[in-house]
T-cell receptor, first 116, second 113 residues
């Protein structure tokens, strides 16, 4: 009964490169959320997706960031032309229902992006 | 209005003592308040949660106290153990926000043996 799986766990990119972070939700979960954690800070909501749909992307930067959750395969958070300020831990969470009723989100172990 | 303010930023407690972490919020639309525990290098894990229709919820050594009128809630860890050393985040969720948890800044707890 695997939990939320994220990969890669660690990713190093140079400025201007692209970063792709992948998330497989828990079995039976169709709701995925991405959060970003900067050093010494709490988690900030980025985007909420269901299969093939973006439900809420109010926390996503307007440029360079995109997310998808295709019908088949993992959810992907894509960061184009990375800058040093993108260095952070990116956490994916999933829930069985919309999560709005219980807040019971199950988090992965995160992908730590370092931009040189 | 969307903020959740958490204090203290760090806390050191002796083994067996009580650890207390406080949070305050502004948005009265929040109606679900979970606490998450995060160990270094790991993702946050749900610890305990409360809704504003109750003033207290206890699960083992962990208790949430909730003061709706003051818009404050706190986590109490009784008989703190070295294994409790972690970062704790309070959070809030509005009924109209599906999964959009608003997190506090976190409290790093160190329990000394």
């Amino acid at each position: 009964n695997a939990g939320v799986m994220q990969n890669p766990r660690h990713l190093v990119r140079r400025r201007g490169q692209e970063a792709r972070l992948r998330c497989s939700p828990m079995k039976g979960h169709s709701h995925v959320y991405w959060y970003r954690q900067l050093p010494e800070e709490g988690l900030k909501f980025m985007v909420y997706l269901q299969k093939e749909n973006i439900i809420d992307e109010s926390g996503m930067p307007k440029e360079r960031f995109s997310a998808e959750f295709p019908k088949e395969g993992p959810s992907i958070l894509r960061i184009q032309q990375v800058v040093r300020g993108d260095s952070a831990a990116y956490f994916c969470a999933s829930s069985r229902t919309s999560g709005g009723n219980t807040g019971e989100l199950f988090f992965g172990e995160g992908s730590r992006l370092t931009v040189l | 209005q969307q903020q959740v303010k958490q204090s203290p930023q760090s806390l050191i407690v002796q083994k067996g003592g009580i650890s207390i972490i406080n949070c305050a919020y502004e948005n009265t639309a929040f109606d679900y308040f979970p606490w998450y525990q995060q160990f270094p290098g790991k993702g946050p894990a749900l610890l305990i949660a409360i809704r504003p229709d109750v003033s207290e919820k206890k699960e083992g050594r962990f208790t949430i106290s909730f003061n709706k009128s003051a818009k404050q809630f706190s986590l109490h860890i009784m008989d703190s153990q070295p294994g409790d050393s972690a970062t704790y985040f309070c959070a809030a969720l509005g009924s109209s926000n599906t999964g959009k948890l608003i997190f506090g800044q976190g409290t790093t707890l160190q329990v000394k043996p």
